[in-house]
């Protein structure tokens, strides 16, 4: 077992090994650096406490009575699943979370649960984005979409737009943020919302959302 472990010390994916009773018995540097608790302060506890961890729809899936642990226990097969979880630091992160059950070769059990997870964050939100911009699609209907063509003047404005606007424009269809997108080109936050708003001005929309759907419904940026 201690090899394994030095093996799990290795790995880029978080390591979290829980006993029966669902209290963690491993907790490696990566675990430590996604979730920004350390062994000492984790051991013992239950993964529950810990992980917190919701689904999609903010239902909470880490609890006493888990159903991963126990199907998994049961040598059922679980498949790996995103969760919502919460850092030390309080910060908002999603894991994909991929399980199994470890024979032990002693005598106090017969097996343990090892969760692998890695951040997938920016994965999930650039999803998230996506059936947004896909319900904000919806929303606008066919009427809202259509009046977005004949527009002469709309066209003009928008193949008028800055190469740093265009830039901008770029990373919302991304999913980028404000903030994101000012670190991502090193200018302000401020210099970032007035990019943003000539660009609604120029497409003559009122979110970000209907200005993505601008974009991609006309082709100016596409969606990798």
């Given at each position: 077992?201690n090899?394994?472990?030095?093996?799990?010390?290795?790995?880029?994916?978080?390591?979290?090994?829980?006993?029966?009773?669902?209290?963690?018995?491993?907790?490696n540097?990566?675990?430590?650096?996604?979730?920004?608790?350390?062994?000492?302060?984790?051991?013992?506890?239950?993964?529950?406490?810990?992980?917190?961890?919701?689904?999609?729809?903010?239902q909470?899936?880490?609890?006493?009575?888990?159903?991963?642990?126990?199907t998994?226990?049961?040598?059922?097969?679980?498949?790996?699943?995103d969760?919502?979880?919460?850092?030390?630091?309080?910060?908002?992160?999603?894991?994909?979370?991929?399980?199994?059950?470890?024979?032990?070769?002693?005598?106090?059990?017969?097996?343990?649960?090892?969760?692998?997870?890695?951040?997938?964050?920016?994965?999930?939100?650039?999803?998230?984005?996506?059936?947004?911009?896909?319900?904000?699609?919806?929303?606008?209907?066919?009427?809202?979409?259509?009046?977005?063509?004949?527009?002469?003047?709309?066209?003009?404005?928008?193949?008028?737009?800055t190469?740093?606007?265009?830039?901008?424009?770029?990373?919302?269809?991304?999913?980028?943020s404000?903030?994101?997108?000012?670190?991502?080109?090193?200018?302000?936050?401020?210099?970032?919302?007035?990019?943003?708003?000539?660009?609604?001005?120029?497409?003559?929309?009122?979110?970000?959302?209907?200005?993505?759907?601008?974009?991609?419904?006309?082709?100016?940026?596409?969606?990798?």
């Amino acid at each position: 077992m201690n090899s394994l472990f030095q093996a799990f010390a290795k790995t880029g994916d978080g390591v979290l090994i829980i006993n029966q009773d669902q209290d963690i018995i491993y907790w490696n540097r990566a675990a430590e650096d996604i979730l920004g608790y350390k062994h000492n302060e984790v051991a013992g506890l239950s993964c529950y406490q810990i992980l917190k961890g919701c689904n999609n729809e903010g239902q909470l899936v880490c609890h006493k009575y888990c159903r991963v642990a126990k199907t998994a226990f049961n040598n059922g097969t679980v498949t790996n699943y995103d969760s919502c979880i919460r850092t030390k630091l309080g910060d908002v992160r999603w894991i994909n979370v991929s399980t199994f059950i470890l024979p032990t070769d002693g005598a106090k059990v017969d097996s343990v649960l090892v969760h692998l997870f890695r951040d997938v964050t920016t994965k999930k939100k650039n999803e998230q984005f996506v059936d947004q911009v896909l319900g904000a699609a919806k929303q606008l209907g066919s009427r809202e979409l259509s009046q977005a063509v004949p527009s002469e003047s709309i066209k003009q404005h928008h193949t008028n737009l800055t190469d740093r606007e265009h830039e901008v424009l770029t990373l919302l269809v991304q999913g980028f943020s404000t903030d994101d997108i000012a670190q991502s080109l090193s200018i302000s936050s401020a210099t970032t919302r007035n990019h943003i708003r000539n660009i609604l001005q120029k497409f003559q929309v009122h979110s970000r959302l209907e200005a993505v759907v601008y974009a991609l419904e006309q082709k100016l940026i596409t969606k990798d």
